[in-house]
């Protein structure tokens, strides 16, 4: 069963550091890895998308790394800002459609 | 274009009461999904459904049942609500990109669900 775990779960952080957001994956047969934004009672918002056969993506300030090898990928968030402040969460797709979630990194960005 | 909508946004019940919440969605994607999330946890899969007139249980079924009434609604339903099923439920739907281009699943705003 494929198991997924974002570390840390909580970050704080001066505006203007750059960060980086960690997440692992026990299996390493899945078909991409997804990250999200969540903001405070609201629904998730697709951040970057890797596709398993990608080392990374790029956003804006956001820059994502996959190693499916070691089960292991990157969220890298430069220049932060306090708009930055939500719940970061990863998710894994195998077999099928379905996608395994962590438990995400609550960001949160002081002015 | 709405994208992925949910209804009701908040509901408390009283244990063993019964509700339905529903989704509806306006892209024509072809697969939807249910999750709860719990404090702390990410979010777990419930039910889904491929197509329409299809459904399959997820991780964490038991407590509910699915219609996939249409391509557009997928409602998820409580027949004797717990203290356990409270939590915060997403309708998701999906997307298949074009070859290489990725996929992603769209979210609904969420269902905030309290059981006494």
């Known amino acids: 069963k494929q198991e997924v775990t974002q570390i840390p779960a909580a970050l704080s952080v001066p505006e203007g550091e750059n960060l980086v957001l960690n997440c692992s994956f026990t299996?390493?047969?899945?078909?991409?890895l997804q990250w999200f934004r969540q903001d405070p009672g609201k629904g998730l918002t697709s951040l970057l998308l890797?596709?398993?056969?990608?080392r990374e993506q790029t956003s804006g300030r956001l820059n994502a790394s996959l190693d499916k090898s070691s089960g292991r990928s990157t969220l890298y968030i430069a220049a932060s800002q306090p708009g930055d402040s939500a719940t970061y969460l990863c998710a894994v797709r195998g077999a099928g459609n379905m996608l395994t979630f962590g438990g995400g990194t609550r960001l949160m960005v002081k002015p | 274009n709405a994208g992925v909508t949910q209804t009701p946004k908040f509901q408390v019940l009283k244990t063993g009461q019964s509700m339905t919440l529903q989704c509806a969605q306006d892209m024509n994607h072809n697969s939807m999904y249910w999750y709860r999330q719990d404090p702390g946890m990410g979010l777990r899969l419930i039910y889904y459904s491929a197509s329409e007139g299809t459904t399959d249980k997820g991780e964490v079924p038991n407590g509910y049942n699915v219609s996939r009434l249409n391509k557009r609604e997928f409602s998820l339903r409580l027949e004797s609500a717990a203290p356990s099923q409270t939590s915060v439920y997403f309708c998701?739907?999906?997307?298949?990109?074009?070859?290489?281009?990725?996929?992603?699943?769209?979210f609904g705003p969420g269902t905030r669900l309290t059981v006494l």
């Open positions: 998701a739907s999906h997307s298949v990109g074009l070859a290489g281009a990725g996929d992603t699943q769209y």
């Open positions: 890797i596709q398993s056969s990608q």
């Open positions: 299996d390493s047969a899945i078909y991409n």
